[in-house]
């Protein structure tokens, strides 16, 4: 089956937001939810997320689903917010623990935050298949970018969080704590050993160099023959070299601090101090 696939650009982050409709009812899947944060001033704004709740509103359709394909270093998760406004169901991957404990240490969080993914509705792991409506999903567990990241499949669509991006850009990083340049290219073969029509839809797009518009929807059978890092029958030590190298040169991204602070937590801020307020730490250092 087809599901119908809404996408949401967020242009702040450059992360692409998905509504995913069964084709015969009102049953959705929200994928990868934009809480929007401005880090200089420490605010929090909903406008992205309430352009998603707006247009289920409008379209009388019904959340089943809001999916996170991982814990996304580069924005924070609507999740929460939405669930409370619309409904759903968070999901993540099962792996979600592992982040969860290598980040409760970079955080410091002490024994008062849970490493047991209880954040969340549900943990999925390699193989877990759910329901929108009539039609069925299914998980790929695809780590490398982090432990935990997920492929969504959806039909004949393919949601593949930062594993992949255009072919024209390639794939994503694997340096952060967790990551491995060897998991994320087994990982990748697996998306790529779906059907050639399979619609893949991408998390994030940067416009590569040349390209004037910004996109985020492939197939599996473009992807294997053009993608610039692994495609045309690239092997696996030539992908782990460039890899390897490139992160080297990369940046961290300009939001991971509260991103990874509040995903790990489903979308939710830590618990207030004895004040009222809300603070995120920044370790020195560290990352």
Same mark, same amino acid.
């Given at each position: 089956?087809?599901?119908?696939?809404? $996408? !949401?650009?967020?242009?702040?982050?450059?992360?692409?937001?998905?509504?995913? /409709?069964?084709?015969?009812?009102?049953?959705?899947?929200?994928?990868?939810?934009?809480?929007?944060?401005?880090?200089?001033? @420490?605010?929090? *704004?909903?406008?992205?997320?309430?352009?998603? =709740?707006?247009?289920?509103?409008?379209?009388?359709?019904?959340?089943?689903?809001?999916?996170?394909?991982?814990?996304?270093?580069?924005?924070?998760? $609507?999740?929460?917010?939405?669930?409370?406004?619309?409904?759903?169901? =968070?999901?993540?991957?099962?792996?979600?623990?592992?982040?969860?404990?290598?980040?409760?240490?970079?955080?410091?969080?002490?024994?008062?935050?849970?490493?047991? @993914?209880?954040?969340?509705?549900?943990? !999925?792991?390699?193989?877990?298949?759910?329901?929108?409506?009539?039609?069925?999903?299914?998980?790929?567990?695809?780590?490398?970018?982090?432990?935990? #990241?997920?492929?969504?499949?959806?039909?004949?669509?393919?949601?593949?969080?930062?594993?992949?991006?255009?072919? *024209?850009?390639?794939?994503?990083? #694997?340096?952060?704590?967790?990551?491995?340049?060897?998991?994320?290219?087994?990982?990748?073969?697996?998306?790529?050993?779906?059907?050639?029509?399979?619609?893949?839809?991408?998390?994030?797009?940067?416009?590569?160099? @040349?390209?004037?518009?910004? $996109?985020?929807?492939?197939?599996?059978?473009?992807? /294997?023959? /053009?993608?610039?890092?692994?495609?045309?029958?690239?092997?696996?030590?030539?992908?782990?070299?460039?890899?390897?190298?490139?992160?080297?040169?990369?940046?961290?991204?300009?939001?991971?601090?509260?991103?990874?602070?509040?995903?790990?937590?489903?979308?939710?801020?830590?618990?207030?101090?004895?004040?009222?307020?809300?603070?995120? /730490?920044?370790?020195?250092?560290?990352?």
């Amino acid at each position: 089956m087809t599901p119908e696939v809404t $996408a !949401f650009f967020d242009d702040a982050t450059n992360t692409v937001s998905y509504v995913v /409709k069964d084709p015969n009812s009102n049953k959705v899947a929200i994928v990868d939810s934009v809480l929007d944060f401005d880090f200089a001033s @420490g605010h929090t *704004d909903t406008k992205s997320a309430d352009e998603v =709740i707006k247009f289920i509103k409008d379209n009388g359709l019904e959340v089943e689903w809001i999916l996170e394909s991982h814990v996304h270093a580069d924005h924070l998760s $609507a999740a929460p917010y939405i669930q409370q406004q619309i409904g759903g169901k =968070i999901g993540i991957g099962s792996n979600i623990t592992v982040v969860q404990d290598t980040f409760g240490k970079v955080f410091n969080e002490g024994t008062e935050f849970q490493r047991d @993914g209880s954040q969340f509705d549900k943990l !999925f792991v390699e193989g877990d298949t759910f329901k929108v409506g009539d039609l069925e999903g299914r998980v790929l567990h695809t780590p490398g970018h982090t432990p935990a #990241c997920l492929t969504y499949v959806i039909g004949d669509a393919a949601f593949v969080g930062d594993t992949m991006f255009m072919p *024209d850009f390639g794939t994503a990083r #694997c340096d952060f704590p967790g990551g491995s340049a060897e998991d994320l290219y087994n990982s990748i073969q697996k998306i790529l050993a779906l059907p050639d029509e399979t619609r893949i839809f991408v998390a994030h797009d940067y416009k590569a160099p @040349g390209r004037d518009e910004f $996109a985020w929807e492939t197939t599996v059978g473009e992807q /294997k023959a /053009k993608n610039v890092h692994v495609g045309a029958d690239k092997t696996k030590d030539d992908f782990i070299k460039m890899r390897t190298e490139r992160d080297a040169q990369l940046g961290m991204p300009k939001l991971i601090i509260p991103s990874i602070q509040v995903n790990m937590r489903a979308g939710k801020m830590p618990e207030p101090e004895d004040n009222g307020e809300v603070y995120l /730490k920044v370790p020195v250092n560290v990352l």
